[in-house]
């Protein structure tokens, strides 16, 4: 596709349950990040990939977290046991190379509420 | 740690007027980038300017230009003839050696007709 493009736009569960969403980049690229961005912040990063691998996942803020890119390509961000401070939304980024020279493009997001 | 600051939550202006928005930032990193991406409702995240650290020339993007201040750590927009579709939240961002972006509290911008 054209952008990056993030699945699925919004996503109601209770508090406990597990959720998936999922980030498609633009094709070609080969870093792809992802940031929380909670009401009224700025988004913070979770965790990036350059290739398959987890370069970086600092971000990611407790084992309930977990994100995969099996193939290089389309990565899921996987929340176990969600609580209600799981609620915001997730934006996801890729870029050409994980060069900072290449510009990070976002989707759309996922908004998560946790009931 | 890095760290951006956006001192003004909120900023009003008048169509065709121009506007500036604030943005200092905290490192110890001597090459880095910043970038001021705009966010509107519908929440997707558009690059509007970005500034490599090492070069002096300050950036420019058609309406969009940056006051790019090294030794005072300060990195602001200004935004000429702004457009009613420049109403959006705006957020300053530092990228140092670690390739995430830090961000600031962001900028709610309203362009009034």
């Known amino acids: 596709g054209a952008g990056v493009s993030q699945t699925p736009s919004n996503k109601v569960t209770e508090k406990g349950k597990y959720v998936e969403l999922r980030c498609d980049p633009i094709s070609g690229h080969t870093a792809l990040y992802w940031y929380r961005q909670s009401l009224g912040q700025g988004p913070e990063f979770l965790i990036y990939f350059q290739g398959t691998g987890a370069a970086d996942d600092s971000g990611l803020p407790n084992d309930r977290f977990f994100a995969v890119r099996p193939e290089g390509s389309v990565s899921t961000l996987k929340i176990q046991r969600t609580e209600r401070g799981d609620s915001a939304v997730y934006l996801c980024?890729?870029?050409?190379?994980?060069?900072?020279?290449?510009?990070?493009?976002f989707g759309p997001g996922t908004r998560l509420t946790v009931l | 740690a890095q760290t951006v600051t956006q001192s003004q939550p909120e900023m009003s202006v008048q169509e065709a007027e121009t506007v500036t928005l604030s943005c200092t930032y905290d490192?110890?990193?001597?090459?880095?980038?910043l970038f001021w991406y705009k966010q509107p409702p519908s929440r997707q995240m558009i690059l509007v300017i970005r500034q490599e650290a090492y070069k002096q020339q300050n950036a420019t993007e058609n309406r969009f230009s940056v006051n790019f201040q090294k030794a005072a750590k300060s990195f602001s927009l200004k935004i000429s003839d702004s457009q009613l579709g420049d109403t959006a939240m705006y957020f300053c961002a530092f990228e140092g050696a670690t390739n995430k972006l830090i961000f600031g509290t962001g900028t709610l911008l309203a362009v009034q007709p």
């Open positions: 490192t110890s990193e001597s090459n880095y980038y």
């Open positions: 980024a890729s870029s050409l190379t994980s060069d900072r020279a290449d510009t990070q493009y």
